[in-house]
């Protein structure tokens, strides 16, 4: 059964940087019928998509948050990583990775459904 | 942006009843649809995607239909486990890829 689990500071300062690491159990990584993303959802709130990378490192973020987001995957390590820029209190939340499966649209490849998710982090945004 | 609205946001449901819950969006996402279900410190579970199918061990007691912009998940006799929440998410046109705001399925 594949894992996966997040990893990082729970507490960050205003304006800095949130970085977490998704450690997944196999090396499922490697494979190209899988995307891997990270999802937010603040406290009592619903869910909110960040963005998510393939292995070949391609990456595809929210609009609403891809000026402030650098995802990166390392292959070798069985992980891939977050980094959000300038965080303020809105950004608190409890952040999962999941993995996004490759579905078939109109006869091109995109992403599709979250099968697999990390416990999730707890992460606040505090001075 | 598609959005996902979710009715009703709380659902009252007593054991062995059925469950309806609707998910709408705001242009149609052909049946690239999915459903979730999160419990409490849980991270959401993937029930149904495609609109219709059943993911890996979901009951056959969850089921999914509708395609467009109108979808619907009936919990068809619900057991104590069930009371959760429920999201749904659509993977049509993105980026990015949005989830509806949630119905709470509460025990009656």
């Known amino acids: 059964q594949l894992l996966l689990q997040e990893s990082g500071p729970g507490l960050v300062k205003p304006s800095e940087t949130l970085s977490l690491t998704c450690t997944v159990s196999?090396?499922?990584?490697?494979?190209?019928?899988?995307?891997w993303g990270w999802i937010r959802q603040p406290p009592g709130k619903g869910l909110e998509w960040i963005g998510s990378?393939?292995?070949?490192?391609?990456?595809y973020s929210n609009p609403s948050l891809s000026s402030r987001v650098t995802m990166s995957v390392d292959t070798s390590k069985n992980h891939f990583s977050l980094h959000l820029r300038s965080v303020s209190a809105a950004d608190t939340a409890v952040y999962y990775c999941?993995?996004?499966?490759?579905?078939?649209?109109?006869?091109?490849?995109?992403?599709?459904?979250?099968?697999?998710w990390g416990q999730g982090t707890v992460v606040t945004v505090s001075s | 942006e598609i959005v996902m609205t979710q009715s009703p946001a709380t659902l009252s449901v007593s054991p062995g009843e059925r469950a309806t819950l609707s998910c709408r969006a705001s242009?149609?996402?052909?049946?690239?649809l999915a459903w979730y279900q999160q419990k409490p410190g849980q991270p959401p579970r993937l029930l149904i995607y495609?609109?219709?199918t059943r993911a890996t061990g979901i009951p056959a007691r969850f089921s999914g239909s509708g395609s467009g912009i109108e979808f619907t998940l009936t919990i068809s006799s619900l057991q104590s486990e069930d009371f959760a929440v429920y999201f749904c998410?659509?993977?049509?046109?993105?980026?990015?890829?949005?989830f509806g705001q949630g119905t709470k399925v509460e025990i009656k």
């Open positions: 999941a993995r996004q499966s490759v579905t078939t649209i109109f006869g091109l490849l995109r992403r599709g459904w979250f099968d697999a």
């Open positions: 196999d090396d499922s990584l490697n494979r190209n019928n899988y995307y």
């Open positions: 990378l393939y292995y070949t490192g391609t990456t």
């Open positions: 242009q149609s996402v052909s049946n690239n």
């Open positions: 495609g609109a219709s």
């Open positions: 998410q659509h993977y049509n046109n993105w980026p990015p890829e949005t």
